[in-house]
């Protein structure tokens, strides 16, 4: 079961999250904790090799209480949208459930380069959208979303601790962390 899962690798997690937080206040200026689950009717083509990822957009959303319905049938269109405009977008989507309130939504959107944002992904799918899809698109996130914010993150290979499976992925970039410290 999920919970036996989550029993088995807590003992690793816990020790991970035991060595993170005694090494964060060289890493951070500021830090915040959250837990979250994973939403896939939430996500768009989330299925990506991550270890040749270079950068994320994060975008948090907070829903307005009691609008999670409406938020639900704004992301079913906008990814039928999406499909009908061929977006070349992944986005994994975590529902926070401790942390911060539990209308809040993250959105984690991988790209191998920043250039991923010039191909104008967002202005494609409303162009796919009908009039009457556009409005009612514009009404769902009115009434649903109180507040989104989106910010940009790279991957620094010297400020990561990933598996070995993660460095098999792209070497060349993970292994720069062992090079750069050396030198």
Request: aromatic residues 8%; without cysteine.
């Given at each position: 079961?999920?919970?036996?899962?989550?029993?088995?690798?807590?003992?690793?997690?816990?020790?991970?999250?035991?060595?993170?937080?005694?090494?964060?206040?060289?890493?951070?200026?500021?830090?915040?904790?959250?837990?979250?689950?994973?939403?896939?009717?939430?996500?768009?083509?989330?299925?990506?090799?991550?270890?040749?990822?270079?950068?994320?957009?994060?975008?948090?959303?907070?829903?307005?209480?009691?609008?999670?319905?409406?938020?639900?049938?704004?992301?079913?269109?906008?990814?039928?949208?999406?499909?009908?405009a061929?977006?070349?977008l992944?986005?994994?989507?975590?529902?926070?459930?401790?942390g911060?309130?539990?209308?809040?939504?993250?959105?984690?959107?991988?790209?191998?380069?920043?250039?991923e944002?010039?191909?104008?992904?967002g202005?494609?799918?409303?162009?796919?959208?009908?009039?009457?899809?556009?409005?009612?698109?514009?009404?769902?996130?009115?009434?649903a979303?109180?507040?989104?914010?989106?910010?940009?993150?790279?991957?620094n290979?010297?400020?990561?601790?990933?598996s070995?499976?993660?460095?098999?992925?792209d070497?060349?970039f993970?292994?720069?962390?062992?090079?750069?410290?050396?030198k």
């Open positions: 079961t999920t919970d036996d899962k989550m029993a088995a690798a807590g003992g690793n997690m816990k020790a991970d999250l035991d060595r993170l937080d005694k090494e964060a206040p060289a890493l951070h200026a500021g830090m915040r904790d959250m837990l979250a689950v994973l939403r896939p009717e939430y996500g768009y083509n989330s299925s990506v090799n991550i270890a040749t990822m270079r950068y994320f957009a994060v975008t948090t959303i907070r829903l307005r209480p009691g609008q999670e319905d409406d938020f639900a049938e704004l992301v079913k269109m906008q990814n039928a949208a999406r499909d009908k061929k977006a070349e992944h986005i994994a989507a975590f529902q926070v459930i401790a911060t309130p539990s209308t809040t939504l993250m959105f984690f959107r991988p790209m191998k380069s920043l250039a944002y010039d191909l104008r992904i202005p494609r799918v409303r162009e796919a959208m009908s009039d009457d899809q556009k409005k009612k698109s514009d009404k769902l996130a009115a009434d979303v109180m507040f989104s914010e989106t910010s940009v993150y790279a991957m290979p010297q400020m990561s601790y990933v070995k499976e993660m460095i098999a992925g070497p060349a993970w292994n720069r962390k062992v090079e750069m410290a050396v």
